[in-house]
């Protein structure tokens, strides 16, 4: 069971949200509708897990990522979940290239996602645990961004595909599983990707980032 | 004025509105004649007066005289034709005459008279002929010209004669005093006998000296007044108009603008939030339904599919209404998030110092877009590049494709809709196509304001 803050200002949204989470047995301890809140609901009651929608009132912009990146400055290992509208990933690289690796679970996630609820629980969890989770479709236009120069143009396929569900913060059993291949060959894909692009081979978290680092290039 | 396209074939020029004309100006002589009278009197304004209507006396004298010559030359020899042309000239006499005019004016106003022509770009003496001819401002310069010969020419000497009648008596004493003991008839029929009776007509002249410098003044002012009428670039109507029609259609496009935010967020705020309430919804029903009926599970499955197609469509929707990434992160990481969905591999190159004005923001996207689906679909291109500066506080835009060119910029409504909203910010879209390629279209917009 987690203590869950949320923040999503469509009111109908936020009453699906707190009936998913408290459905799938979490406890919603805040469910508030502006960013401002937000930041005085999690003072107030230290969640274990932060949602939050990107575009929030009162600006109506980024406050909820913002917000999000505010939090995360001040409550160390604080997990934050964000939820977006958008697949631009403008958004997904602001929230990581602001945050720095390694304290508490991160995940940007696109807002439709909620409909298949089991795997938003999961991701959900994941997060809770101190994993980074990037939506899918944003790790694909982010992959599909590289142009000839970058070395990842060095990667096999399978390789991308290895390096697309790891950015979505799988392990390396749950990947052997979704390509349905041997966790060895898993481990031996991720090697050679590690190699190809000059990584560490360190594990999780900072895995995740530092893949996501390389493939959005520059920080912005 | 947005004139159509011009120049040089495949271009697309629509050139900013010209910036509104000054307004009426105020007369710096009435300026002065408004301060204490002793404060005027003493000042350099009666004497620059003075100088300003005698001046114009003589030159209006000359010009009168050149003018009748002219005229009655050219009406006698009309009939062997050489007349017709001596006719023409003296119509076109204003343009000399203002020209003179503008500059003697300088004497009585700080602030210097426009010229109201336009450039000639012809040396022909008979096309020069032609198009001043054609010209408003000429006509309205023999219009002053006639005013000068007739009004100022003949108001100024009789002020001058006033003045100088006044200056006379003003020193009869002396003259008295020079022409003694003979007696001294300064009004016909009444003797001066000594110098000291010469005394009252000396208050005489003084008090002529400063009605001479007051109507010195008017007449100056009143010169002044018809020069700025007549001798300068006017806002007649049309250009009024012009004026007005830029303005409103500024705000024409700030109300769209405007307009195409309230949809973006009434979709955001509506539509699509309703959709994902309801996938999750079905979310939730799937789940109650673990072990339930497999048709009602597979009718949910299909439910949650059409759901996301119709969020799918709808986000790109909203996305081609306004991008929030624009809004928020401004207009590279917006046009990086365009060329990532573009079918053509799209190097973008855009580093600018700081955001820019929004409307520069939103129009400039808008054209990279266009630009950029235009290359995707007609023009065989295998790649493209955008390319954006900031110099010297204008934006600078290129997107090059490397297809077989011969883009013609009129073909689609897309482009010069575009070019109409370049327009109103007072930038401009040109576009070049040679056959065979490359196509390039550039953006200048002016980002200062």
């Keep these: 069971m987690l203590r869950v803050v949320l923040a999503e200002d469509a009111v109908l949204l936020r009453a699906g949200l707190v009936e998913l989470l408290t459905r799938s047995g979490h406890e919603v301890v805040a469910a508030v509708g502006d960013a401002e809140q937000l930041v005085l609901a999690v003072d107030a009651s230290c969640p274990d897990i932060v949602i939050t929608d990107v575009r929030m009132p009162p600006g109506l912009r980024d406050e909820g990522l913002k917000a999000a990146l505010e939090l995360r400055a001040r409550h160390q290992r604080l997990p934050v979940l964000v939820l977006s509208q958008y697949v631009a990933t403008a958004y997904a690289t602001q929230l990581l290239s602001r945050d720095s690796a390694g304290r508490g679970g991160l995940g940007y996630l696109l807002k439709e996602r909620v409909g298949e609820v089991s795997q938003f629980m999961d991701t959900l969890r994941q997060v809770a645990e101190g994993q980074t989770v990037i939506d899918p479709e944003v790790v694909r236009v982010l992959l599909a961004q590289q142009t000839d120069s970058r070395p990842l143009n060095r990667l096999t396929p399978r390789e991308r595909e290895v390096l697309a569900l790891m950015a979505e913060g799988l392990n390396n059993q749950t990947i052997a599983q979704r390509l349905t291949v041997t966790e060895a060959s898993v481990v031996k894909h991720s090697g050679n990707i590690f190699m190809k692009l000059d990584l560490d081979p360190a594990e999780g978290n900072r895995r995740v980032l530092a893949v996501l680092a390389h493939l959005r290039g520059d920080p912005a | 004025m947005a004139e159509g396209p011009e120049g040089e074939r495949g271009v697309l020029d629509w050139r900013a509105p010209r910036p509104p004309l000054p307004t009426e100006r105020s007369v710096a002589v009435w300026e002065a004649m408004r301060q204490r009278p002793t404060r005027f009197l003493f000042s350099s304004w009666p004497l620059r007066c003075w100088a300003h209507l005698f001046s114009g006396m003589l030159f209006g004298l000359v010009v009168l005289l050149g003018l009748v010559l002219m005229v009655s030359a050219g009406v006698l020899l009309s009939v062997v034709g050489v007349g017709v042309l001596l006719l023409a000239a003296a119509a076109m006499a204003g343009v000399p005459v203002a020209a ?350």
């Design chain 2, 100 to 449: 003179v005019e503008r500059r003697r004016l300088r004497l009585v106003e700080p602030a210097p008279l426009q010229n109201p022509h336009g450039p000639t770009l012809t040396t022909g003496g008979m096309s020069w002929m032609r198009s001043r001819l054609a010209e408003r401002a000429t006509w309205r310069e023999l219009g002053y010209t006639a005013a000068l010969t007739v009004v100022f020419t003949w108001t100024g000497f009789g002020v001058t004669a006033l003045l100088a009648f006044s200056a006379t008596i003003t020193v009869s004493p002396l003259i008295v005093w020079l022409l003694a003991p003979e007696t001294v008839m300064i009004i016909p029929g009444r003797a001066v006998p000594h110098p000291l009776a010469a005394l009252p007509f000396s208050a005489g002249g003084v008090l002529g000296l400063a009605v001479c410098a007051y109507l010195a003044g008017l007449l100056t002012g009143a010169q002044v007044k018809l020069a700025d009428l007549l001798l300068t670039p006017r806002a007649d109507r049309s250009q009024r108009r012009v004026i007005e029609l830029t303005r409103s259609r500024a705000r024409l496009a700030d109300a769209f603008e405007a307009e195409r935010r309230r949809i973006e967020r009434d979709l955001h705020d509506g539509a699509q939030q309703q959709l994902i309430a309801l996938s999750m919804t079905l979310g939730l029903a799937q789940m109650e339904l673990k072990d339930g009926n497999p048709a009602v599970a597979e009718l949910i499955t299909r439910g949650r599919a059409e759901a996301r197609r119709a969020q799918d469509q709808l986000r790109d929707l909203v996305r081609g209404i306004h991008p929030q990434v624009l809004t928020d992160h401004g207009l590279a990481a917006a046009v990086a998030e365009v060329a990532l969905r573009n079918p053509l591999p799209v190097t973008v190159d855009i580093d600018l110092p700081r955001r820019l004005p929004g409307a520069v923001e939103t129009t400039a996207y808008f054209t990279v877009t266009e630009a950029l689906a235009n290359a995707a679909k007609h023009s065989g291109a295998s790649r493209a590049t955008v390319v954006g500066r900031l110099e010297s506080e204008r934006l600078v835009l290129t997107v090059t494709d490397d297809g077989r060119g011969g883009a013609d910029p009129d073909a689609g409504t897309g482009l010069s809709g575009l070019a109409d909203r370049m327009a109103i910010l007072r930038g401009r879209l040109l576009v070049s196509s040679p056959v065979g390629g490359p196509t390039q279209l550039r953006v200048e917009v002016p980002c200062s304001a």
